[in-house]
């Protein structure tokens, strides 16, 4: 089975901190997706990246960047937190390449609050 | 551009109760449609999927139907029960070689009581 692990269930900072978010996938995938979950919003996709190095904006990329040195590890960087960034973040990941964005295989969350 | 619209929540049945989640969807083109189930303190888990018209899908009970001509893929299960209590997004794809996104609904949350 594939296994994305994220590196936390739940994480306090405070505004104004640079915050790393870790998501790695054992099954060498060459696509992986960050997105952020809230009530009433569902699921929007922040970036996502199809190749070691290569990065795309996704609909909410505002606030955020990302980082994959290994085609394992796929990082989301919030740069300044702000309390408008307290959320589920999910990651994903699919193999093939192309940025194919199906099947999506997921991690378990992190719960991020910025206080 | 793509957009999907489900029914809002919460849902709360009681045990062996009919369920239905309505999901609409607005894209260009055949997008394939999907069901996903997040359970509690876990990340998503894809349902079910169906890629055409008339496709249905199924899974652990669950059924949905993938109807072009109202542009829905409502969801089912005959008798729900309390381990079905998790959180439901349908979700759509629009096959684009380099270019592919899921759009997924809001969510809909389910809670089964005994």
């Known amino acids: ?115 | 551009g793509n957009s999907v619209t489900q029914m809002e929540g919460p849902v709360t049945l009681s045990e062996e109760a009919f369920l239905t989640i309505n999901c609409t969807y607005t894209a260009t083109g055949y997008p394939s449609l999907f069901w996903y189930v997040q359970y509690p303190g876990e990340g998503l888990q894809l349902l079910l999927k169906a890629t055409k018209a008339d496709d249905k899908g199924s899974n652990k009970g669950f059924e949905a139907t993938y109807r072009k001509e109202t542009t829905s893929f409502h969801l089912e299960k005959g008798s729900v029960q309390v381990s079905d209590s998790a959180v439901y997004f349908c979700a759509l794809l629009r096959p684009n070689f380099g270019n592919e996104k899921l759009t997924f609904g809001t969510g809909t949350r389910l809670t089964i009581i005994p």
Not at chain 1, 21 to 42: A, S, T
Not at chain 1, 47 to 73: A, C, L, T
Not at chain 1, 82 to 89: A, F, G, I, L
Request: aromatic share 12%.
């Open chain 1, 1 to 115: 089975d594939v296994k994305v692990t994220q590196s936390s269930r739940y994480l306090v900072k405070r505004t104004g901190e640079k915050v790393f978010l870790e998501c790695v996938q054992d099954m060498d995938h060459e696509n992986m997706f960050w997105y952020r979950q809230d009530p009433g919003l569902g699921l929007r996709l922040i970036y996502f990246s199809y190749d070691v190095k290569m990065k795309e904006k996704g609909d909410i990329p505002e606030g955020y960047s990302v980082s994959r040195e290994k085609k394992e590890r796929f990082s989301l960087i919030l740069e300044s937190a702000s309390t408008n960034q307290t959320s589920m973040y999910l990651c994903a990941s699919t193999p093939g390449g192309g940025g194919r964005a199906w099947p999506q295989h997921f991690g378990d969350g992190t719960r991020l609050s910025i206080l």
